[in-house]
């Protein structure tokens, strides 16, 4: 049987995630408010189309990874949105990361009309991206899950967490420990430099011990060479950070380390650093101890 996907954000991430998948279905069709983004997936045979509903109206899966909840809402629930289109039969698969709330609307609405979803936020980057290393947090129904899963596959691992929203939660959780981990490389970062150490030669030192971890691998070089361009802009993060803090507050959490990274990225953002990638917060840190080593 004829299978077309569809795949609606096509930015840093979505292009290279929509390139592994395409090779799984006849036909590929694609959306992003910038044109111009999805050239890359053109060339290699997938069809532009000018809205999210005529996405739905052609095709069968439908993924979508945009920037924010209010773009998320505009893509599925707009007059030109996916869930205009009233396809039943249809899958719809959100990676965006997102409010867990919204992704249970999504799942309700979708009920209401035939159409079964997952939300599946992704950690990884932009290397995950390009690799299909991915780590694809699902929430949803295992029947739907089974179907999308060779998607997945081709992207990098999924794991179903739960019900609808159990995605989100878990990309929470992702992102709290991501938080913490940044603020810690970047002051041994800081620390290092100003004790005068060779900044490569710690970082491949430390990341063979108990502080290994991916952020070292992935990101404290890029600090080393001073490349701040985006794996994950800051401007996504202080939103997937705000998520989770309100999210902590609804089931009467308090998290105060998160509170703090949050605002030393929102204080990055007041000074228009919200397009650098995250591990930027080495400048932040650097600016308020007064060193100007990095």
Same mark, same amino acid.
């Given at each position: 049987?004829? !299978?077309? @996907?569809?795949?609606?954000?096509?930015? +840093?991430?979505?292009?290279?995630m929509c390139s592994h998948v395409m090779s799984l279905a006849d036909r590929t069709v694609v959306y992003n408010r910038t044109k111009a983004k999805t050239k890359a997936l053109q060339?290699?045979?997938?069809?532009?189309?000018?809205?999210? !509903?005529? @996405?739905?109206?052609?095709?069968?899966? +439908?993924?979508?990874?945009?920037?924010?909840?209010?773009d998320v809402r505009e893509v599925y629930f707009a007059a030109d949105g996916i869930f205009a289109a009233r396809r039943s039969g249809q899958i719809v698969v959100d990676m965006t990361t997102t409010e867990p709330s919204l992704a249970i609307e999504i799942y309700h609405e979708g009920k209401k009309l035939g159409i079964s979803s997952i939300d599946a936020p992704v950690s990884g980057g932009d290397v995950g991206a390009r690799n299909g290393t991915l780590s694809i947090m699902a929430g949803g129904e295992s029947d739907t899950f089974a179907a999308v899963e060779p998607y997945f596959k081709r992207m990098g691992h999924a794991i179903l967490q739960g019900k609808a929203g159990s995605g989100q939660h878990t990309k929470m959780c992702n992102q709290i420990v991501i938080a913490g981990t940044m603020a810690g490389v970047?002051?041994?970062?800081?620390?290092?430099?100003?004790?005068?150490?060779d900044i490569d030669t710690l970082i491949s030192t430390i990341s063979k011990g108990a502080a290994g971890c991916w952020t070292l691998d992935n990101l404290a070089p890029r600090i080393s060479k001073g490349n701040y361009d985006p794996g994950f802009m800051i401007s996504h993060f202080v939103k997937d950070?705000?998520?989770?803090?309100?999210?902590?507050?609804?089931?009467?959490l308090t998290l105060p380390a998160l509170s703090l990274v949050?605002?030393?990225?929102?204080?990055?953002?007041?000074?228009d650093e919200g397009a650098l990638g995250t591990q930027a917060l080495i400048k932040a840190l650097d600016r308020i101890s007064g060193t100007h080593l990095f």
């Open positions: 049987m004829s !299978k077309t @996907i569809g795949w609606i954000g096509t930015g +840093v991430m979505g292009s290279s060339e290699m045979g997938a069809v532009v189309l000018d809205s999210p !509903k005529e @996405i739905a109206e052609q095709a069968d899966i +439908v993924f979508t990874i945009v920037g924010h909840p209010s970047c002051e041994s970062l800081l620390y290092g430099r100003k004790a005068g150490l950070m705000g998520i989770a803090l309100e999210e902590a507050r609804s089931m009467g949050q605002d030393l990225y929102q204080g990055m953002m007041d000074c």
